[in-house]
């Protein structure tokens, strides 16, 4: 298995308020989505080839990695659902004693809609941070 880094978190936690707080949520959102766009270029791309297996791949592979309680299926035959039991990031800062900005479960739902809308693809995020838990819903939708 690969080498995890997962204080990575930690310093996205950190980095999230930083944003917030100096550029306001607004600022801090088109971040996201700028980072989105570049980051997951090849998601995307493989998203818009290949279909929501191409999703289910990449959740698969980074939830293994991290090791997540989680569970990741078809609904419908045309909704792929993510349901993060337990949520690693959030685990791992809480053991650790990191801050859990605010916005951490929300920059989830900023990125996943992002990737998904320059696919194609919608998304709904159910998070609750608090828990450290959430569904992730994705299907066919929006403009391509």
């Given at each position: 298995?690969?080498?995890?880094?997962?204080?990575?978190?930690?310093?996205?936690?950190?980095?999230?308020?930083?944003?917030?707080?100096?550029?306001?949520?607004?600022?801090?959102?088109?971040?996201?989505?700028?980072?989105?766009?570049?980051?997951?270029?090849?998601?995307?791309?493989?998203l818009r080839m290949r279909?929501?297996?191409?999703?289910?791949?990449?959740?698969?592979?980074?939830?293994?990695?991290?090791?997540?309680?989680?569970?990741?299926?078809?609904?419908?035959?045309?909704?792929?659902?993510?349901?993060?039991?337990?949520?690693?990031?959030i685990s791992h800062m809480?053991?650790?004693?990191?801050?859990?900005?605010?916005?951490?479960?929300?920059?989830?739902?900023?990125?996943?809609?992002?990737?998904?809308?320059?696919?194609?693809?919608?998304?709904?995020?159910?998070?609750?941070?608090?828990?450290?838990?959430?569904?992730?819903?994705?299907?066919?939708?929006?403009?391509?």
């Amino acid at each position: 298995m690969a080498n995890v880094h997962k204080d990575f978190h930690g310093c996205f936690s950190f980095g999230l308020r930083f944003l917030t707080a100096n550029y306001g949520p607004e600022e801090t959102e088109a971040y996201l989505r700028r980072t989105a766009r570049n980051v997951y270029a090849p998601l995307i791309e493989a998203l818009r080839m290949r279909g929501l297996p191409a999703l289910q791949d990449h959740w698969n592979n980074i939830m293994t990695l991290e090791g997540a309680d989680f569970d990741l299926h078809f609904e419908n035959d045309d909704t792929l659902v993510l349901t993060i039991h337990k949520c690693p990031a959030i685990s791992h800062m809480r053991e650790f004693k990191y801050d859990v900005c605010e916005g951490f479960c929300e920059s989830t739902r900023i990125v996943n809609e992002e990737i998904c809308a320059l696919a194609g693809y919608v998304t709904e995020t159910e998070y609750d941070q608090a828990a450290g838990r959430c569904v992730q819903r994705f299907r066919k939708g929006g403009a391509e």
